[in-house]
């Protein structure tokens, strides 16, 4: 499913380096002209769309980006060398807008597009620019200008990778607030989830991946019982389902059956699609309850069943591993 992933970030373009004023001094010419050499520019900022990000996650901790001043112009007419630009990676499909005007800016699509959201300052004149016939010893030089400054917003419309069912109160939502930032509402009743919760999951990388928290499905949801259709839609461009069943259901064998067959009346490849299974909770039942509910499970699943606990992350981990090992992801 999609979802946008937005981030605020202030942009400075470096100052550009004042013009000085200086003179020859050289044996044998008694008054040497001027010589004071002009400032370097000042560093522009560019956005580089880069395919290794998938989020703007980066933008969260890191929200000001300031390229380095051009230095001063040098004796002998020399230029102060440029401030370096700066450039600062944004994943593949970012919209980049004005935050006062929200005019959009750029689009960066495909990998290496490139967009200036800050110029350098320019380089300020030296003194020997002003010789003339009347002056011919100016002091004049002109300061550097300040760099272009602004206030820019960062667009990403997202695809949730990863999608977390199962039935209401499985604890789809809390296993999301855990793993990621988002924070969901939380509840001992069906149906806390009205609309799908997005969290972006750190992978061992560093970079994200996003995750969907959709309302929990039950019996008739794939023809439009309670929440889950609407939401059956979302997940269809997930690529791996996370499938949570609470152990302490009386059943959690029929718990399973009904999500199943809910993916298979919706039809779609939903329920062919990649799946984990786990058994969250599981602090809640003593060993010999956990290992009857998991038994039972595998033996209807025929695949391994994880054991999880989102309230004391028992088990987070290594469905965290298997979650990047399904995706190809290390
Ligand atoms: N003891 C225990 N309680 C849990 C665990 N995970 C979730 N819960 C509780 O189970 C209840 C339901 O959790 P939610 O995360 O809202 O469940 P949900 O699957 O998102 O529910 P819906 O949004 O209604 O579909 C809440 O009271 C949670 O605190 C767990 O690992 N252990
Ligand atoms: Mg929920």
Not at 163 to 172: D, R, S
Not at 209 to 232: E, N, Q, R
Request: net charge negative; proline share 5%.
């Amino acid at each position: 499913m999609q979802f946008i992933d937005q981030a605020r970030i202030a942009v400075q373009g470096g100052r550009g380096g004042d013009g000085i004023v200086a003179f020859r001094r050289e044996k044998y010419v008694p008054a040497g002209g001027p010589s004071g050499g002009d400032g370097g520019h000042g560093g522009a900022i560019w956005l580089q769309a880069d395919p290794n990000l998938q989020t703007l996650l980066d933008f969260k901790y890191k929200r000001l980006f300031a390229a380095p001043e051009g230095r001063r112009g040098g004796p002998n007419r020399s230029s102060g060398a440029g401030g370096d630009d700066l450039v600062v990676r944004v994943p593949c499909g970012t919209e980049v807008r004005d935050q006062d005007s929200l005019a959009l800016l750029g689009d960066l699509t495909e990998p290496g597009d490139r967009l200036r959201v800050a110029a350098g300052g320019r380089g300020g004149l030296g003194n020997a620019h002003y010789l003339s016939n009347r002056n011919r010893a100016p002091e004049k030089f002109t300061e550097g200008k300040d760099g272009e400054s602004r206030q820019i917003q960062l667009e990403l419309k997202l695809l949730a990778e990863v999608g977390i069912i199962g039935l209401p109160n499985a604890g789809k939502s809390t296993l999301i607030s855990v793993l990621s930032a988002a924070k969901p509402k939380i509840a001992d009743y069906p149906f806390t989830t009205l609309v799908p919760n997005l969290g972006v999951v750190r992978r061992p990388s560093g970079d994200g991946t996003v995750f969907a928290d959709i309302p929990g499905l039950i019996a008739g949801a794939a023809l439009g019982a309670g929440l889950g259709h609407d939401f059956l839609r979302h997940i269809e461009r997930t690529r791996l389902l996370v499938h949570l069943v609470d152990v302490s259901s009386p059943d959690v064998v029929a718990d399973l059956e009904v999500v199943q067959a809910e993916l298979e009346a919706y039809g779609h490849g939903l329920k062919d699609r990649p799946r984990l299974l786990a058994l969250n909770k599981i602090e809640l039942v003593d060993d010999e309850a956990l290992d009857l509910a998991r038994q039972a499970l595998e033996n209807r699943w025929g695949a391994e069943v994880r054991l999880i606990s989102a309230a004391t992350r028992q088990g987070l981990d290594s469905l965290l591993a298997a979650v990047w090992e399904q995706l190809g992801i290390s």
